[in-house]
């Protein structure tokens, strides 16, 4: 292995002044896995197939782009679309049930549904552990993801093919989701499938509730 060296990564930056961020955005020339989308699905608009991070200004660039405390994973619109349908729906069913449903109910439901578009947010913004630059690692313990252009630590990073990124103890790319489960989001991600269970199996609870008194009137 050659000796490892700050190289220059296929990421570009640019200024974003209006809301005070500073993006990276991948090299798009690069990608492959963003034509296989585009093929098999023919909606190309569901994948803009770039994943785009975002750090505070006023921060030493080079940190930054070790660690972007925000991003957007390359299937963010479609995750977008489908909390915006999945909130709608649920007030839909809520308003439906209503006046059948127990106290209980009543006062549960929108606080979950709270919890539950809180945790869409965090899991739509949160840098799952994409890193743009080289960051200090051992030469034996390392490899050279040539994707991203850099030496990186083996066993705790994995380049993902639909972000374009190497990431942080990666669990999996969520096609729902858009973007990568790690470590660092694998909290919300459980959280978001746990609530959503719960809340169909309490808004069909309910339903049979209220046909069972009804049956018994
Ligand atoms: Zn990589
Ligand atoms: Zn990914």
């Given amino acids: 292995m050659t000796d490892i060296e700050l190289s ?4 570009k930056e ?12 991948n090299d798009l020339s690069e990608r492959t896995i963003n034509i296989k989308y585009t093929k098999y699905l023919n909606i190309p608009y569901f994948h803009f197939g770039e994943t ?12 930054e782009f070790k660690n972007p405390p925000f991003s957007l994973g ?17 007030l ?12 209980y109910y009543k006062i549960i439901f929108p606080i979950f549904l709270f919890i539950v578009l809180i945790d869409s947010i965090i899991l739509l913004i949160k840098n799952p552990g994409f890193i743009y630059k080289q960051i200090d690692c051992n030469q034996n ?16 990073y994995t380049h993902c093919p639909c972000c374009n990124c190497c990431c942080a103890n990666f669990d999996h790319h969520c096609g729902v989701v858009g973007s990568c489960i790690s470590k660092k ?16 199996a309490f808004s069909i609870y309910q339903v049979f509730y209220f046909l069972w008194i009804n049956s018994k009137k």
């Fill in 141 to 156: 313990s390392s490899f050279y993801c040539n994707k991203c252009g850099f030496y990186i630590e083996r066993g705790i």
């Fill in 14 to 25: 640019e200024e974003n002044s209006s809301i005070g961020f500073t993006r990276i955005k």
């Fill in 52 to 63: 785009i991070s975002f750090y505070y200004p006023n921060t030493e660039i080079n940190e």
């Fill in 185 to 200: 989001n694998m909290i919300y991600f459980n959280t978001l499938i746990f609530l959503v269970a719960f809340l169909n």
């Fill in 74 to 90: 390359p299937g963010h619109n479609q995750f977008i679309i489908i909390v915006i349908i999945g909130l709608i729906s649920y």
């Fill in 8 to 11: 220059s990564s296929p990421y």
């Fill in 92 to 103: 839909i069913l809520y308003s439906l049930i209503f006046f059948i449903s127990t106290i």
